[in-house]
């Protein structure tokens, strides 16, 4: 979940404050009261609340304990056992149930809204919700799923996928999940390594219009996974699914079952809930082993502080399956808000689907792709002229940068009294590092604050803190979202070496970023995906930031290539339609970058391409292209949505001089 942003100049004032009466009202705000009485000394603002909660580690997370009401049958004595990373323990004496803590209402109000494109739309009351967790768990027992075991969604982001989630959740198994666009082989890399005994699989899904069947896909997967004991058909296009061991009918393996009392195993804080994979475009995609606890109290901090969702609100979030943020949506049911779920294209059957949605089902918390907001700017689109948009408050943005165009369209177009929060983290924590803050402005270009109890530091190459300029964005604290570890990495030696190498001891995230006169974050890309020319590092985001207000162009990719033994910046561009490439052009994209940025990011190379490879959340792969460019296969292609975009870099005549 990488957000990542465009340097900025200073600006004399905030896009966006929150009034006396909502900062008064703010879940966070009462939370810093509480905590005042609980430390004994003032906690005056914002600075002060944060700074407590990274230096009083144990303290805090036990008042986060307490104050989000984690259900559970035993807390223990001891908030923090082993206190030094990479093998820090929360809670090691207590007792708990993931989907006990999500499953805490029983009545006719909704708890799941589901839009596909539009159409196929439905709502289901926590009551329908919890009656078919219980037959689902019933049917998981009845096969012989027991805590531990792995069992696997290949699902559109609708309500069975939630289900089958909570239901695994239940017994203690271990939930993984792959979108219905990744492939077969796509699949395999990844469930393949976890070996799950039973599969929740859709028989097609709908995108950008089109029926897309899933029988051929479900063949492949099913004939390899030799571990499948039981394999779940959900039908959601009604084509058929043959050839295909061992299935059963949705429907039919819930309905052998009455409902009853789910049975919430009480386990432990650190016992493995999800194994989410990264992207694997630099090889097999990592597993990486999220705890029960850890996510639970990590996503409530989020939610109920950090984006102030009540239980009256809706949570929409604009993602899938085979992304982070499904799971960090799905906890917003451990508050008791409803859940606004989409699948398919959010431009079918054209760029208002999503407002048209927000207005229909009243979502107050409104979560997007910068990518997507960019696009809307691009279409000249205008909600706040075409909708009402009454209830929402909060816009989350993530996975790509936000530049200050993007901020100043939200306020201009969207809708001007609301909260616009970038957030940054990623499905290494599966929450952020740095995000929103309800009681704070938004200033243009920044992500407003240090999560609480995430001891964020910006460090040198040598490891040193700085207080201004760009470095290494590391957590010099344990967090209880920190990963159990990785899949089939019994040593923890992969694991280790993933974050803590750089810098023992501490957490490395490989982001490099800077802390701004306000406080806020600006994240200027990923650390492996900077440029050194002449041996100045460079974040792409800062040239994205520039060269993308130009609307001759419609996005861009930045790569550092190998270049008489140093290394030069080539700029890739997808252009508007009905723009060219020209001289002219060309130039005003340098002449933009040198005064929007710097002399440094000015691109040696200006060329035009007709698509960018991006990963299934919609990340642009740099990595990827730079392997190209320097005549480097890209070791799993099967990570990208549109692999076929990486011959559009191969071989290029414009790189040869």
């Known amino acids: 979940m990488n957000s990542q942003h465009n340097a900025s100049p200073k600006f004399a004032d905030p896009l966006w404050s929150p009034s006396p009466d909502r900062v008064a009202a703010a879940a966070i705000n009462r939370f810093r009261l509480e905590a005042e009485k609980r430390v004994g000394r003032a906690l005056p603002d914002y600075q002060a609340l944060h700074t407590w909660s990274v230096t009083e580690t144990a303290t805090f997370w036990d008042a986060i304990w307490d104050f989000c009401g984690v259900i559970a ?22 007792r708990l149930n993931f989907a006990e803590n999500l499953l805490r209402k029983h009545d006719g109000s909704p708890a799941l809204h589901f839009n596909n494109e539009g159409s196929h739309k439905r709502t289901v009351s926590w009551s329908e919700l919890k009656t078919t967790v219980s037959q689902f768990a019933q049917a998981l027992r009845a096969w012989g799923v027991e805590p531990g075991d792995r069992v696997a969604g290949y699902m559109p982001n609708m309500p069975e996928t939630i289900i089958a989630m909570l239901a695994t959740a239940s017994i203690g198994a271990v939930w993984s999940s792959c979108s219905p666009d990744f492939g077969a082989k796509g699949v395999l890399d990844r469930f393949g390594q976890v070996e799950p005994k039973v599969l929740i699989a859709c028989d097609g899904y709908r995108y ?21 004991e039981h394999v779940v058909i959900v ?27 789910i049975h919430f195993e009480q386990l432990p804080f650190d016992h493995p809930l999800y194994i989410m994979f990264s ?34 609100d ?7 399956c085979g992304w982070m943020m499904w799971n960090w949506l799905v906890a917003g049911l451990g508050i008791g808000a409803t859940l606004a779920l989409y699948d398919g294209s959010p431009f079918y059957p054209d760029g208002n689907v999503l407002f048209d949605y927000a207005d229909e089902v009243g979502v107050n918390v409104f979560g997007t792709s910068a990518k997507f907001i960019d696009a809307l700017n691009k279409e000249s689109l205008k909600p706040a002229d075409t909708h009402n ?24 177009s969207i809708k001007r009294d609301v909260q616009l929060s970038s957030i940054s983290g990623g499905t290494d924590i599966v929450s952020c590092f740095v995000l929103g803050n309800p009681v704070l402005p938004v200033w ?79 994240i200027h890309g990923r650390s492996d995906a900077t440029l050194n020319p002449g041996g100045v590092r460079i974040g792409t985001a800062e040239i994205y930031a520039v060269v993308e207000t130009l609307p001759e162009i419609r996005e861009a990719i930045a790569v550092g290539q190998s270049w008489q033994d140093d290394v030069r910046v080539v700029l890739f561009v997808v252009l508007a339609d009905g723009a060219a490439l020209t001289d002219d052009l060309i130039a005003a994209v340098r002449s933009n970058i040198r005064k929007g940025a710097s002399p440094r990011h000015v691109p040696a ?53």
């Open 389 to 412: 948009l009454k209830d929402l408050r909060l816009i989350l943005s993530t996975g790509s940068p936000l530049v200050d165009e993007g901020f100043e369209y939200v306020y201009r």
């Open 314 to 320: 809706t949570l929409f979030y604009f993602t899938t």
């Open 235 to 261: 039908p959601f296009v009604d084509t058929p699914v043959t050839g295909v061991e061992k299935t059963i009918p949705w429907e039919e393996a819930c309905a052998q079952f009455e409902p009853k009392a």
């Open 605 to 657: 190379k200006v060329i035009a391409v007709t698509d960018i490879p991006r990963t299934k959340s919609g990340k642009i792969t740099e990595l990827a292209v730079r392997d190209i460019i320097e005549g480097r296969e890209v070791k799993n292609r099967e990570a990208l949505a549109n692999p076929e975009a990486l011959e559009l870099y191969r071989d290029l005549d414009d790189l040869q001089t």
């Open 279 to 312: 992207s694997g475009t630099t090889g097999a995609p990592k597993c990486i082993v999220h705890s029960a606890g850890g996510t639970l109290l990590q996503q409530l901090k989020e939610h109920v502080l950090h984006c102030d969702l009540k239980e009256a």
């Open 208 to 228: 950008n219009g089109k029926t897309l069947p899933l029988e051929d896909n479900l063949r492949e997967i099913s004939a390899q996974l030799t571990t499948l």
């Open 73 to 94: 049958s035993e807390k223990g004595d001891r908030v923090l056992g082993e206190a030094a990373m990479p093998s820090a323990e929360f809670f090691p004496d207590a």
């Open 444 to 522: 243009k270009g920044e992500i407003q604050s240090k999560g609480l109890g995430m001891a964020v530091e910006i460090w040198d190459e040598g490891g040193e803190p700085l207080t201004s300029g760009k470095g290494e964005l590391v957590c010099t604290k344990p967090f209880p979202s920190m990963p159990i570890g990785f899949w089939n990495d019994p040593e923890g030696a992969k694991y280790a070496a993933a974050y803590f190498d750089r810098f023992p001891g501490v957490w490395h995230h490989g982001d490099f970023a800077e802390v701004t006169e306000h406080g806020g974050i600006i």
